[in-house]
């Protein structure tokens, strides 16, 4: 509702806050290994079409873009659905900490074979972040949380 009034005609706007600025740090070599063990561990498992395996690997907490982790079960189920085979080929480019959060960035492409077609790009990316936090025993993809 306070927002809300802001936007009245003639209202003051409101006082702009002082952005604060967390610099953004190489992670250590073992935090890094770490991080691409459990990636390469996920894209095993997205091959292997093994949803409850991949979405292990996902916060119960997740959200990012609009996405959560129902979303992104429902979009494993359509591809895996869709796609007689499933090949994942994901880089591990570099992994920034940012105050304790783990920033993710990889490239990587997605193709899957479909009946008569043969296979076909799925999806790619390059250098896509995504925010990574350690749960439990492993690491999780945890989002941007907007």
Known sequence: MLPALAMLPGAAPPAAASPVTIPAVPAPAAMVAELGAAIEHARGRFEARDLAGVLASVSEQYRSSGMTKASVREQLLAMFALHQ???ARVTL???HLVAETAWVYTSGE????LPIVGWVR????Q????????????WRLFGFQD
């Not at 799925?122 to 990316?125: A, E, I, M, N």
């Not at 250098?127 to 990574?132: M, Y």
């Open 85 to 87: 085979q499933l090949r």
């Open 110 to 113: 997605v193709s899957g074979r």
């Open 122 to 125: 799925v999806l790619s990316w």
């Open 93 to 95: 480019e570099r992994v």
């Open 127 to 138: 250098d896509e972040p995504e925010i990574a936090r350690r749960e439990g025993n492993g």
